[in-house]
């Protein structure tokens, strides 16, 4: 049975996963991104290495890319990554060749989309958005049971939407996004500035659980933003359900229920109409991959699919004749 690898690839690391055909995790590997200011080559052989491990002497089916980045229309390139050294770079068929086999490249946030939608905390809603805390912020729109992906295939960039006019720089190059405000960085920010150099990432969240009054405060700010601009995207979408993933979306509730609370306060007509709950992604920080495996799956089944209905067709051309 041929093997369908997901890999995620973000500001901080590459995860790459063996993924069953009910969405289940088999065999997970893990690199360190080598960072943003570094030859893309670095990057894809932090890839290679997670894929090889992950493969070993298994026939590989097809493997499924989930970039945080601002992927095209057509699953080719990475137009724009404001953590990764990607910059209109063509992806796929750079790793394709390399690898040997077939690859799919979507957004990381779209993959994880995809994941929660078949397997996790979407459920039986028909629309949702969705959005990943990680280094920045990506995100993702559902609608009619379908992943919204946009003319270029750049809707859910919601971390780049400015909610403060001439804030914080950015890595994208703009100022005052909202990810600068919400997301893993935003909280290493607040920890640094109250005078705490030595907590970053799942460290932070391990300090608010264990009732560090500092850590405690990081993420009630941090969740309040995450709930303001919650309020942007439940006025112009109207979903049933938001799901917040990514690694930040550890801390549960620590940041979930100053998120709900801002999201009340912050929502035009709260008071007249149905707030959607926002919910913890059920595939954690795997939901990427998840979803990248199974765009993989789904694409190159359907292909094989097409490619047999051509022959049978062809076979029975041939004998009519």
Same mark, same amino acid.
């Given at each position: 049975m041929s093997l369908f690898i997901g890999v995620d690839i973000g500001g901080t690391k590459v995860l790459a996963t063996a993924v069953s055909r009910s969405g289940r995790v088999v065999r997970t590997a893990l690199r360190e991104t080598p960072g943003r200011r570094v030859e893309a080559r670095l990057v894809e052989d932090a890839l290679t290495e997670a894929v090889q491990e992950i493969a070993g002497v298994r026939r590989v089916g097809a493997i499924g890319i989930a970039a945080a980045g601002f992927v095209d229309a057509q699953g080719e390139r990475v137009r724009f990554a404001p953590h990764l050294?990607?910059?209109?770079? +063509?992806?796929?068929?750079?790793?394709?060749?390399r690898w040997s086999a077939p690859v799919v490249?979507?957004?990381?946030?779209?993959?994880?989309?995809?994941?929660?939608? %078949?397997?996790? %905390?979407?459920?039986?809603?028909?629309?949702?958005?969705v959005v990943t805390l990680g280094t920045g912020i990506g995100g993702a729109l559902i609608l009619d049971g379908e992943v919204i992906r946009g003319y270029n295939g750049m809707a859910g960039e919601f971390g780049h939407t400015q909610v403060v006019p001439g804030g914080r720089s950015c890595e994208c190059g703009g100022t005052?996004?909202?990810?600068?405000?919400?997301?893993?960085?935003? /909280?290493?920010?607040?920890?640094? #500035?109250? +005078?705490?150099?030595?907590?970053? +990432?799942? =460290?932070?969240?391990?300090? %608010?659980?264990?009732?560090?009054?500092?850590?405690?405060?990081a993420f009630a700010e941090v969740g309040e933003w995450l709930g303001v601009g919650l309020a942007n995207l *439940?006025?112009?979408? #109207?979903?049933?359900?938001?799901?917040?993933?990514?690694? *930040?979306?550890?801390?549960? #509730? /620590?940041?979930?229920?100053?998120?709900?609370?801002?999201?009340?306060?912050?929502? *035009?007509?709260? %008071?007249?109409?149905?707030?959607?709950?926002? *919910?913890?992604? =059920?595939?954690?920080?795997?939901?990427?991959?998840?979803?990248?495996? #199974?765009?993989?799956?789904?694409?190159?089944?359907?292909? +094989?699919?097409?490619?047999?209905?051509?022959?049978?067709?062809?076979?029975?051309?041939d004998r009519r004749r």
């Amino acid at each position: 049975m041929s093997l369908f690898i997901g890999v995620d690839i973000g500001g901080t690391k590459v995860l790459a996963t063996a993924v069953s055909r009910s969405g289940r995790v088999v065999r997970t590997a893990l690199r360190e991104t080598p960072g943003r200011r570094v030859e893309a080559r670095l990057v894809e052989d932090a890839l290679t290495e997670a894929v090889q491990e992950i493969a070993g002497v298994r026939r590989v089916g097809a493997i499924g890319i989930a970039a945080a980045g601002f992927v095209d229309a057509q699953g080719e390139r990475v137009r724009f990554a404001p953590h990764l050294p990607w910059q209109d770079e +063509g992806v796929r068929a750079k790793l394709a060749e390399r690898w040997s086999a077939p690859v799919v490249l979507d957004n990381d946030a779209n993959c994880a989309a995809r994941a929660e939608l %078949a397997y996790g %905390a979407v459920g039986e809603a028909d629309s949702a958005v969705v959005v990943t805390l990680g280094t920045g912020i990506g995100g993702a729109l559902i609608l009619d049971g379908e992943v919204i992906r946009g003319y270029n295939g750049m809707a859910g960039e919601f971390g780049h939407t400015q909610v403060v006019p001439g804030g914080r720089s950015c890595e994208c190059g703009g100022t005052g996004c909202w990810e600068q405000y919400c997301s893993g960085n935003a /909280l290493t920010r607040f920890m640094r #500035d109250k +005078g705490v150099e030595d907590l970053a +990432g799942a =460290a932070i969240t391990a300090a %608010a659980e264990q009732g560090d009054p500092v850590a405690l405060a990081a993420f009630a700010e941090v969740g309040e933003w995450l709930g303001v601009g919650l309020a942007n995207l *439940v006025a112009s979408f #109207d979903p049933q359900v938001v799901v917040i993933g990514g690694g *930040v979306s550890a801390a549960g #509730d /620590l940041l979930l229920e100053p998120a709900r609370a801002a999201l009340r306060e912050s929502l *035009v007509g709260a %008071a007249h109409r149905t707030v959607p709950p926002v *919910v913890r992604a =059920a595939l954690g920080p795997e939901a990427g991959a998840i979803g990248a495996a #199974d765009l993989a799956r789904q694409t190159f089944r359907s292909a +094989g699919t097409r490619a047999r209905a051509r022959r049978r067709a062809a076979r029975g051309t041939d004998r009519r004749r």
